[in-house]
């Protein structure tokens, strides 16, 4: 019998499936029974709006997320052995990219399953992309410190490193924290940093911008709760 796959499905992060998502990878939604995923409910509404072919409710969810008891982890990857293809999910966007994932994948790696990844939307590639910055060397630094202090320490280091090394460094905060993050990055950053800001990524409400820190004090937008990427360069 041949061994099945995990396949890592990128989910949509504010346009329709059809503007996110190819039809192949609908596709292979429809051959797997089982999915690995955050959270049950918002993977249960992205399958119902992908078309996905078989009755949700006879669906298995494996919740990974903060909550999960990382010794039952390895059992989610099982069926596989039956020849059963597995999902993953992310919550929006690229599955193991700022998102647990990667914890599934790694256990994969080791026991020889193979992993097969699928196109679909990132908003920190599709932020960069139209930035204007360096595409061919850049970090992601994924969360910085809640604390102000240390918050404001870490953004100082990285604008060094990003006219040093010519590298724009992208960033993101929980959704309420995006206001004080870029109070920080405004007040921290030199008046000539370039500073571009990614909100609502494939939203109606979308905006993708890039100005200098001391274009940004001037006038600064209200990204409370809206799902933002900031990126910092000195180039």
């Not at 490193?161 to 920080?184: G, V």
């Not at 909100?199 to 993708?208: E, G, K, R, T």
């Amino acid at each position: 019998m041949p061994s099945g796959k995990l396949i890592l499905f990128p989910v949509t992060i504010g346009g329709t499936v059809d503007q996110s998502l190819p039809s192949y990878n609908k596709e292979l939604l429809d051959s797997c029974h089982t999915f690995i995923v955050e959270e049950i409910r918002t993977a249960r509404r992205f399958l119902k709006a992908a078309g996905y072919i078989h009755a949700i409710d006879d669906t298995t969810f494996l919740e990974l997320n903060e909550h999960t008891d990382p010794n039952a982890v390895g059992d989610y990857l099982n069926p596989i052995k039956q020849g059963e293809n597995i999902g993953l999910l992310s919550e929006a966007g690229l599955p193991c990219i700022a998102d647990p994932g990667s914890v599934i994948t790694r256990i994969a790696q080791q026991r020889g399953i193979e992993v097969v990844p699928l196109v679909g939307p990132s908003s920190l590639m599709m932020t960069l992309m139209a930035s204007g910055f360096n595409g061919q060397n850049f970090a992601f630094n994924g969360y910085l410190p809640v604390d102000r202090a240390k918050r404001e320490q870490a953004i100082r280091q990285l604008e060094s490193r990003s006219f040093k090394e010519r590298q724009p460094q992208i960033l993101i905060e929980a959704p309420y924290r995006n206001n004080q993050l870029l109070q920080s990055l405004v007040s921290v950053c030199h008046n000539e940093t370039l500073i571009c800001v990614g909100c609502d990524i494939m939203l109606p409400s979308q905006f993708i911008k890039t100005q200098t820190a001391a274009q940004w004090r001037k006038a600064m937008p209200d990204l409370h709760k809206r799902n933002t990427v900031f990126i910092i360069s000195g180039q």
